[in-house]
């Protein structure tokens, strides 16, 4: 059985992650799961890459395990790619940073409470741009790391889509609310467009940024609880 550590606090990451491991020799485990002194990894990488990667690399040489770690966020056309990395915590982001480094007010919410000042935020860069303007897409980045921090792989998984005009669903997290999926054209005909936060947990596995990463990787997962120390 290999063990596994997922670097994130994230409980919806974690519950995504669980289900797409189901079947493989593979047990997760979250920071908690292996100590109180969970690292603070500085998330300063200028894309999904290189935070990925630098979050695997840490919690390897914490945990001493194999870590795997992501960046995500979401991308909106109309606004030139923002909120990009900052998506997390792009209600806290400094307006038009001039010296184009982003810098976060001092203010602590919730996840949830940050989760619906960022749809907020969303909601309001929008509201000027149209229906056929309102491109967008989830980008994840998923990077593993051997114990001894050393990355073994990093992959990108994206899921296109628009943004709507309204919160929609209970399910996801996150900006899932508000991101209409663009859904196969039997399925869009059938029901029209869905937000992620509508579907069901296997529906979105099946076609969410994270879901599609974790197929790419899902090999080398495989092959290193196969493998254990000697991959």
């Known amino acids: 059985m290999l063990d596994l550590l997922f670097g994130t606090t994230n409980p919806g990451k974690l519950r995504e992650l669980r289900r797409l491991v189901e079947g493989l ?3 997760v485990l979250s920071p908690t799961d292996v100590g109180p002194d969970v690292p603070d990894v500085v998330e300063d990488g200028t894309t999904f890459h290189a935070n990925a990667e630098k979050k695997a690399s840490a919690f390897a040489r914490w945990a001493g395990v194999h870590a795997l ?3 995500s966020g979401l991308c909106v056309d109309a606004l030139g790619g923002a909120p990009g990395v900052y998506s997390a ?3 806290a982001l400094a307006p038009e940073p001039a010296d184009g480094i982003a810098t976060l007010a ?3 919410l919730s996840r949830a409470e940050r989760d619906e000042a960022n749809n907020d935020k969303l909601l309001a ?3 000027r741009v149209t229906d056929e303007r309102r491109g967008a897409e989830y980008r994840a980045v998923l990077a593993l790391a051997k114990p001894d921090g050393v990355v073994l792989v990093s992959v990108e998984g994206i899921c296109r889509g ?3 005009r309204a919160r929609r669903g209970s399910g996801g997290f996150g900006y899932d609310p508000f991101f209409l999926v663009d ?5 869009a005909a059938a029901e029209g467009a869905r937000t992620m936060a509508e579907l069901s947990a296997e529906e979105k ?3 969410s940024h994270r879901g599609r990463a974790f197929r790419t990787l899902l090999p080398v997962i495989r092959r290193v609880a196969e493998q254990g120390a000697r991959f």
Do not use: F, M, T
């Open 89 to 91: 915590r792009w209600s």
């Open 69 to 71: 770690a992501d960046d």
């Open 205 to 207: 596995d099946a076609i």
């Open 183 to 187: 859904e196969p054209a039997g399925a």
């Open 162 to 164: 628009r943004i709507g």
């Open 106 to 108: 001092a203010v602590e």
């Open 125 to 127: 860069q929008l509201a």
């Open 25 to 27: 020799p593979v047990r």
